[in-house]
Nanobody, 110 residues
Framework: QLVESGGGWVQPGGSLRLSCAASGFTVSSYYMKWYRQAPGKERELVAGIVYNYGRTNYGESVKGRFTISRDNAKNTVYLQMNNLEPEDTAVYYC?????WGQGTQVTVSS
């Protein structure tokens, strides 16, 4: 099971940190990913962290602004989002293989 939290409303230029708490498996053994889906758009990959060595990858639109990380002791994956833009408004989902969380809404507006 994956449970996301940390979404909310923030003004442009602000920051949020999303959390994805996993149960039933260990996040360090899976390729953990964050996706997002904005209204009327397809779901897109935002960031991923590979199970071995913790290598990370990012979507082009968030490179340099977002950072994915994990805390193995807490079995949780995070997405630190800085310098948020209105275009980042979406529902953010945590994913591991075919397992999805319920999503958390992020709204960026003034």
């Amino acid at each position: 099971q994956l449970v996301e939290s940390g979404g909310g409303w923030v003004q442009p230029g602000g920051s949020l940190r999303l959390s994805c708490a996993a149960s039933g498996f260990t996040v360090s053994s899976y390729y953990m990913k964050w996706y997002r889906q904005a209204p009327g758009k397809e779901r897109e990959l935002v960031a991923g962290i590979v199970y071995n060595y913790g290598r990370t990858n990012y979507g082009e639109s968030v490179k340099g602004r977002f950072t994915i990380s994990r805390d193995n002791a807490k079995n949780t994956v995070y997405l630190q989002m800085n310098n948020l833009e209105p275009e980042d408004t979406a529902v953010y989902y945590c994913n591991a293989r075919d397992l999805w969380g319920q999503g958390t809404q992020v709204t960026v507006s003034s």
